[in-house]
């Protein structure tokens, strides 16, 4: 079957620019996570849904990143007023639930 | 404190032979799981093996298991009889609490397998 898909996978903006990333999840996963990894390191948690309800934004950095999943299912994850040190590849994740997540191939972000 | 911790940067191993990476872990919570990850030059994510904290028996997967000593709050990954394609970023995660919540990950070792 399909597995996590985002959109798209490469983006350059300007700053001060808004942008949205997109996360298409496995059909029927319950949950529904992006990270944000930086070049040579680990992925970092930002946020999380179980259906279409947020259950942790600890991660978030700032109030210009906010995300959302109105239906359950596709994900939205939407940065304002870009700054150079949101260059990233953002990945989101799904899972039916219980263990393992499954990522997706990320969206690599360069603002300029 | 680091709540995953890798220490090995990079290893190097031949074909054919066994190779662990080490994982470190802290938490307080009784109930988590650890997951293995492997990142290959592609970038994607590929998720590998997962054991939980109360279970007795140490996860495998095929060429993958995982050796849990809990006592040591360690969780390597053991690839045996390795392959040029295992040659990838690997990381090392925890999930605190009960499932469905978000993977802490270590900052990875870099594998290269020789011919």
């Known amino acids: 079957g399909a597995g996590v898909s985002q959109s798209p996978r490469y983006k350059v903006t300007k700053r001060g620019q808004d942008v949205a990333l997109r996360c298409d999840p496995i059909?029927?996963?319950?949950?529904l996570y992006w990270y944000r990894q930086a070049l040579g390191q680990g992925p970092e948690f930002l946020t999380y849904?179980?259906?279409?309800?947020?259950?942790?934004k600890s991660g978030l950095p700032n109030d210009r990143f906010s995300a959302e999943r109105p239906e359950g299912s596709i994900s939205t994850l939407t940065i304002q007023r870009t700054e150079q040190r949101d260059s990233a590849m953002y990945r989101c994740a799904s899972s039916p639930g219980l263990l393992e997540q499954y990522f997706g191939p990320g969206t690599r972000l360069t603002v300029t | 404190a680091q709540k995953i911790t890798q220490t090995q940067p990079g290893m190097f191993v031949q074909e054919k032979e066994a190779v662990t990476l080490d994982c470190t872990y802290d938490?307080?919570?009784?109930?988590?799981?650890l997951f293995w990850y492997k990142q290959p030059s592609s970038g994607e994510m590929i998720f590998l093996i997962y054991?939980?904290?109360?279970?007795?028996q140490n996860a495998t997967e095929g060429r993958y298991s995982l050796n849990f000593q809990k006592a040591r709050k360690s969780a390597n990954l053991v690839i045996s009889a390795s392959q040029l394609g295992d040659s990838a970023m690997y990381f090392c995660a925890m999930r605190e609490g009960q499932a469905g919540t978000a993977l802490i990950f270590g900052k990875g070792t870099t594998l290269s397998v020789s011919s």
């Open positions: 938490t307080s919570d009784p109930s988590y799981g």
């Open positions: 059909s029927g996963h319950v949950s």
């Open positions: 054991q939980g904290s109360y279970d007795q």
């Open positions: 849904f179980n259906y279409e309800a947020q259950q942790d």
